[in-house]
């Protein structure tokens, strides 16, 4: 039995380690200097999603691309991790991380300049789905690689909480820099760019991390053992609670701008541009994630901020009060959303009953996260249209969060009894 305020986190190597537990080399300044390539490797992975949508309007017009293939060349990285995640994370099980993360960049950087060199769809279309696979290869790895660089365990829930924070990063700075780059480079020279930074992340990693790390799910199953997909039941419960958090923030920024410009009348840029702040503001509410899991913040009641994403969402699409009041409810779904994503990432450790199985519980979140992300946007939008109004964006939110909610809060207290406290415990 531990005393009141010791804890324990499953890391990379396959051991628990105390609180008082050190990085590596014995310095906090130190590990956070490896943290650093693995959270820009994330980071490099959401700006190869969002560096096509800013460049939309110039690929059409000079490859003469139908909407249906820019839509087919904007989501397709999303889609094969949707299909592929679990099996990757399988695949890539007997490898060291490192070696995997620097693989997956370097695999991103090349199919990168081959899609700024495409002379039409069929050579751009096959550069992103091959660019997708190294996407799905680094946001398995790198959380992984994460959690095996030692140190406290509040420290690696610090750490996972703003890993978790990688995506609204790197689709606001895809978004900005590829608008801004390729209306004075050209959109070739925007992917070029990306791609160089893609490439100068890889080295970074591969010169700081050479010593963090002996394998992406551990030397083999420690602590306790289950049998056969038992030991997947509270990995995938957890899947699937991201999966509905995921669907619901893409739904909103899929929807947001149309109903900006349709029901308040804001111009179509405008209402672009303020989706996009907003979706960066919602960035603050990770690093609160992190900032409240370090302080000794009990994991299972952050997941609670997801019930704030339908409550944001029915004020953001009421249709009164204006711009103004739209925003506002549209920042409480991007911080609220920011909150439950950071904690899912800082839970991984605490849903698994050995450390091997670390790599296929963060393959099922890909995947399923993924899933979802596809799925929300679609199913909410035949929401609208049945029930002829947009307050049926926030109806579904509801359906779909409270689920997520109760999903993930069970994976992480596992269920009920003694074996759900001790979860708990070791989550503060």
């Known amino acids: 039995m531990r005393r009141e305020g010791e804890s324990t986190a499953i890391q990379g190597d396959g051991v628990q380690h105390s609180d008082n537990a050190e990085p590596l080399d014995g310095s906090g300044r130190a590990y956070w200097r490896k943290f650093t390539p693995i959270y820009l490797s994330g980071v490099m992975a959401a700006i190869g999603i969002g560096k096509i ?6 690929l059409r017009s000079d490859l003469r691309l139908s909407l249906g293939q820019i839509g087919l060349v904007a989501s397709s990285v999303t889609s094969v991790a949707a299909v592929l995640g679990l099996l990757v994370s399988f695949l890539l099980r007997p490898l060291k991380p490192r070696r995997v993360l620097v693989c997956g960049l370097l695999g991103m950087a090349v199919c990168g300049v081959l899609g700024a060199r495409s002379q039409g769809f069929p050579m751009l279309i096959a550069a992103r789905l091959a660019e997708s696979l190294g996407y799905v290869v680094v946001v398995i790895a790198a959380p992984v690689l994460l959690m095996g660089l030692g140190g406290s365990a509040r420290r690696t829930t610090t750490a996972l909480a703003v890993w ?22 050209g959109w070739r020279a925007w992917l070029t760019i990306a791609a160089g930074a893609t490439l100068a992340v890889a080295v970074a990693g591969a ?18 053992t289950g049998g056969g997909l038992r030991r997947l039941l509270r990995p995938t419960a957890l899947a699937l609670g991201f999966a509905t958090i995921s669907g619901a923030i893409v739904s909103f920024v899929a929807m947001f701008p149309t109903y900006l410009h349709e029901r308040l009348g804001l111009p179509v840029a405008q209402a672009g541009t303020l989706t996009g702040a907003v979706s960066f503001v919602g960035v603050a509410g990770g690093f609160a994630s992190g900032w409240l899991l370090r302080r000794g913040a009990n994991i299972a009641t952050v997941f609670f901020a997801g019930l704030l994403m339908p409550l944001g969402a029915f004020v953001a699409f009421a249709g009164v009060g204006g711009v103004g009041t739209a925003a506002v409810g549209a920042a409480v779904i991007a911080v609220s959303n920011e909150l439950v994503v950071a904690a899912v990432f800082a839970a991984l450790p605490l849903v698994v009953e050995a450390a091997s199985d670390i790599g296929t519980a963060n393959g099922l979140v890909a995947q399923l996260g993924s899933a979802g992300s596809l799925a929300g ?36 207290r596992g269920g009920s009894g003694e074996d759900g406290n001790h979860e708990e415990q070791q989550a503060n």
Not at 165 to 184: E, K, Q, R, Y
Not at 212 to 218: D, F, I, L
């Open 164 to 185: 978790g924070t990688f995506m609204p990063v790197g689709l606001a700075l895809g978004s900005f820099a590829g608008g801004a780059l390729s209306s004075w480079y």
């Open 53 to 58: 949508a800013p460049i939309s309007v110039a």
């Open 377 to 412: 946007p679609p199913l909410v939008g035949l929401a609208v249209g049945v029930a002829g109004g947009w307050w049926a964006v926030g109806a579904v939110l509801l359906v779909g969060c409270a689920s997520g909610v109760g999903l993930i809060r069970y994976a992480v």
């Open 207 to 224: 010169v700081l991390l050479r010593d963090a790390g002996s394998g992406v799910a551990g030397p083999g199953p420690e602590g306790r």
